[in-house]
């Protein structure tokens, strides 16, 4: 039986309680019985993420792969249709999957990823190229993110309403209107959901591959928003971030070939978002105290100034460069 890590174990029981606690006593047998009906072996260390067990293994065949088993959510349902539809183009390959039980036989990459890459243009060039080669035509059955935008601005205007926070109201108001003009009617192409550098890795059968999708349809200027607060620590480490915060949006639109004004629009709805949800929910790097203040206030403050910058973003495409 494999060891499940301890952190893995403390993170789970923390955010999802007693089922979090019941579906970790099951953990070693669902793994066993996975092993035997994919014809694995173990083949290193037991790594996880956020919500997912990874265990390295060898097929019979001797071919290096992954082991993967996440908690049961409905934000992990349609990982493997994303993957089916990506056919490792730009993302790791989907060799089974048991969707009862939340698991996925996947390539193995390697163990770094492009969060260690210092240079942050780089960063954000490669996140963005593989943004651009993932908008694939999205298959029936995905969710799309435009059903999502009633619920989106239900929620902009509660938290607006019940939390206290220092955004000004023309922040807020662009958020909501980012959904109204930008939500309700995207596109349907496959995108990542949660684009951000640990979420991908170094490989051999292609320089970079993604992994950890959402599997949703919409608007891949979506995901410029995700990694721009991903980035939120090297922003806030900046000497200037006002130019920063323009640097990572303008090569991000440009390599992956989007609109600057969407890319711009909805990375201030995202960071509307984040302030929201960090005051109702903390983060995952910071759950209270100093550290969540100050992501807080940070995300306040990017709000505000991605206004003025979506609705300058034309003008600024060489200001960057």
Same mark, same amino acid.
């Given at each position: 039986m494999i060891e499940v890590p301890e952190t893995f174990v403390r993170c789970t029981v923390e955010r999802e309680g007693e089922p979090g606690s019941a579906w970790l006593a099951e953990l070693p047998s669902i793994v066993e019985e996975l092993l035997g009906s994919w014809g694995c072996v173990p083949d290193g260390?037991?790594?996880?993420?956020?919500?997912?067990?990874?265990?390295p293994v060898r097929r019979r065949e001797g071919v290096a792969a992954v082991l993967k088993v996440s908690f049961p959510h409905p934000g992990n349902v349609?990982?493997?249709? *994303?993957?089916?539809?990506?056919?490792?183009?730009?993302? %790791?390959?989907?060799?089974?999957?048991?969707?009862?039980?939340f698991a996925m036989l996947l390539e193995r990459g390697r163990t770094s990823t492009l969060a260690e890459v210092e240079d942050g243009d780089e960063v954000v060039t %490669?996140?963005?190229?593989?943004? @651009?080669?993932? *908008?694939?035509?999205?298959?029936?059955?995905?969710?799309?993110?435009?059903d999502e935008a009633d619920a989106w601005e239900e929620q902009l205007r509660k938290d607006a309403g019940e939390?206290?926070?220092?955004?000004?109201? @023309?922040?807020?108001? *662009?958020?909501?209107?980012? %959904?109204?003009?930008?939500?309700?009617?995207?596109?349907?192409?496959?995108?990542?959901?949660?684009l951000h550098a640990r979420n991908i890795l170094r490989a051999d059968r292609e320089?970079?591959?993604? %992994?950890?999708?959402?599997?949703?349809?919409?608007?891949?200027?979506?995901?410029?928003?995700?990694?721009?607060?991903?980035?939120?620590?090297?922003?806030?480490?900046?000497?200037?971030?006002?130019?920063?915060?323009?640097r990572v949006l303008d090569v991000f639109a440009g390599a992956a070939?989007?609109?600057?004004?969407?890319?711009?629009?909805?990375?201030?709805?995202?960071?509307?978002? *984040?302030?929201?949800?960090?005051?109702?929910?903390?983060?995952r790097r910071a759950r209270s105290g100093p550290p969540l203040d100050r992501l807080t206030q940070f995300a306040d403050g990017l709000a505000d100034l991605l206004v003025e910058g979506a609705r300058n973003a034309p003008a600024l495409r060489n200001r960057a460069r």
């Open positions: 260390g037991v790594m996880h993420g956020g919500v997912g067990l990874i265990v349609h990982e493997p249709d *994303a993957f089916t539809a990506w056919g490792g183009r730009g993302a %790791v390959l989907l060799h089974e999957r048991d969707d009862e039980r %490669v996140a963005a190229r593989l943004s @651009r080669r993932l *908008a694939v035509p999205a298959p029936p059955g995905l969710p799309r993110l435009r939390l206290t926070h220092t955004m000004s109201r @023309r922040a807020v108001d *662009a958020a909501l209107a980012t %959904v109204r003009e930008l939500g309700r009617a995207q596109p349907d192409l496959l995108v990542h959901g949660d320089p970079w591959l993604a %992994v950890d999708p959402k599997g949703r349809a919409g608007d891949p200027a979506y995901d410029a928003g995700t990694l721009l607060m991903s980035r939120a620590f090297t922003l806030l480490a900046a000497d200037d971030m006002r130019m920063a915060v323009h070939e989007l609109d600057r004004v969407r890319v711009w629009r909805w990375a201030q709805f995202h960071a509307v978002r *984040a302030a929201f949800w960090g005051r109702r929910h903390g983060f």
